[in-house]
C-alpha cells in the first residue's frame, strides 16, 4: 500500500472489550482519524457486555464508522474475540484490545498484512524466560506461541475464514497455527511497554493455558499409545524370561513363577487397555476434528479460462442482434 487513500479494500478493526481509560479513548479517535486518511471504507467493531453502556452514546458520536455489538455478560474473552471476528466484513481484520489501541501502529501492520498476503502478529521487545516451554507446550498443540505476543493480529479475510473454520479457533486466533500452510509475520513494537497484569489477566492467561493443554491431547494420547504399547511388549518379555528361568534353573524359589506371570499378565492388561483407550480416544477427535481441504494459498495462471468460456459461448454476443418475431394482437 502506498500513501494516498486506498478505495478497493474494506478495513475492520476490532475490540472484543470496551474498557477504555481516557487515553485508550483519545488513542482510539486518533486511530479512526488514521483509519479514515488512508482507506475510503473502514469500520471499528466493539463488543460490549453492557458493563460500559453509559459511555455508548459518547463513542458514537466521537468515533466515525462505529459498530457496538451487545453480548450476554461473562462471555470469555477469547470467545469474544471469536464472536467479534466473526462479524467483521472486512478484506483486512485487525483484531487487538484496548490496552493496545495506543501501543500499536494499525496502518503498517494492515500494509504488511495486505503486501504479503499473510497474519501480522504484533509483539512486544525483549524476552521472556517462559518461552522455551510456552513454545514446546504451543508445538505440542499446533501453534506458534511466544510469550511476548501481543493481542494485536491483522488477518487476510481468507486466513480468517479458515482459522473461523477450525475447532480450536479460540486458539487460532490468538496463536498463529504451526501448520506450515499460514504465512506469518512478526511486527515487533517499539512502544509496547510490559504492565502489571490484574487478577483477570492472569485469569485470562491461565483459561490459554489450559486450552493449549486441551488442544496437545492428539499428541499427548499418540505418545501415551507408543508407551503402553512398549509396556506390553515389556510384561510379555518378563513373563518369558520367568518361564526360562523356571525351567533353566533348579533352586527357583517356591511361588516366584506365578507371582511373575501374574505381574506380567496384569501388566500387559492394563497397556493394552491403555492403548486401546488412547486409539480410541484419538480416532474419536479425528472424526470430530473439522478439517479442511482449502490448502491452496496462491494460484499464478497463463490464460483467462473462465473470460475465454464467456465469449466462446455466449449466445448473445456470438449471435448477433436478434430477431424476433412481431407479438401478435388478441381480438
Known amino acids: 500500500m502506498t500513501g494516498e487513500r486506498r478505495e478497493d479494500i474494506l478495513v475492520s478493526v476490532c475490540f472484543a ?9 483519545a488513542a482510539l479517535t486518533q486511530m479512526a482519524e488514521r483509519l479514515a486518511e488512508r482507506f475510503r471504507y473502514w469500520e471499528i467493531l466493539i463488543l460490549d457486555d453492557g458493563a460500559q ?6 463513542l458514537l458520536c466521537s468515533v466515525e464508522n462505529l459498530r457496538l455489538l451487545r453480548t450476554s455478560a461473562g462471555l470469555p474473552f477469547y470467545r469474544r474475540r471469536v464472536t467479534v471476528a466473526s462479524e467483521a466484513i472486512g478484506d483486512l481484520v485487525l483484531l487487538t484490545a484496548a490496552e493496545e489501541v495506543g501501543q500499536i501502529d494499525a496502518i503498517a501492520m494492515l500494509t504488511a498484512a495486505e503486501q504479503e498476503s499473510a497474519i501480522v502478529v ?3 521487545p525483549g524476552w521472556s524466560a517462559l518461552n522455551p516451554p510456552l513454545r514446546v507446550l504451543g508445538r505440542t498443540a499446533g501453534f506458534e506461541v511466544n510469550a511476548l505476543d501481543m493481542l ?35 511486527q515487533t513494537c517499539p512502544t509496547a511497554v510490559a504492565k502489571t ?10 483459561t490459554l493455558l489450559h486450552r493449549l493443554l486441551i488442544s496437545s491431547s492428539p499428541r499427548v494420547l499418540a505418545l501415551l499409545g507408543l508407551g503402553s504399547m512398549l509396556v506390553v511388549v515389556f510384561a510379555l518379555a ?30 500387559a492388561f492394563l497397556g493394552m487397555a491403555i492403548f486401546g483407550l488412547s486409539i ?5 477427535i479425528e472424526m470430530l476434528s473439522n478439517t479442511t481441504n482449502d490448502v491452496v494459498l496462491e494460484e499464478r495462471s497463463a490464460v483467462d479460462l473462465f473470460g475465454r468460456v464467456i465469449e466462446e459461448l455466449n449466445v448473445e454476443i456470438g449471435a448477433g442482434p436478434s430477431h424476433s418475431p412481431a407479438p401478435r394482437t388478441k381480438r
Open 53 to 58: 453502556r453509559h459511555m455508548e452514546d459518547h
Open 280 to 284: 480410541g480416544l484419538q480416532n474419536i
Open 17 to 25: 472489550d470496551a474498557e477504555f481509560d481516557k487515553a485508550g479513548y
Open 152 to 186: 494485536s493480529s491483522v488477518f487476510p479475510r481468507t486466513q480468517l475464514n479458515r482459522l473461523l473454520a477450525r475447532t480450536d479457533r479460540e486458539l487460532a486466533v490468538r496463536f498463529p497455527p504451526a501448520d506450515g500452510l499460514t504465512p506469518v509475520i512478526w
Open 122 to 124: 504484533a509483539r512486544k
Open 238 to 267: 518378563y513373563i518369558a524370561y520367568a518361564i526360562l528361568v523356571w525351567l533353566a534353573v533348579d533352586d527357583v524359589q517356591s511361588g516366584w513363577l506365578t507371582t511373575s506371570v501374574v505381574l506380567g499378565s496384569t501388566t
Open 197 to 206: 497484569r490484574s487478577l483477570r489477566e492472569t485469569r485470562r492467561r491461565f
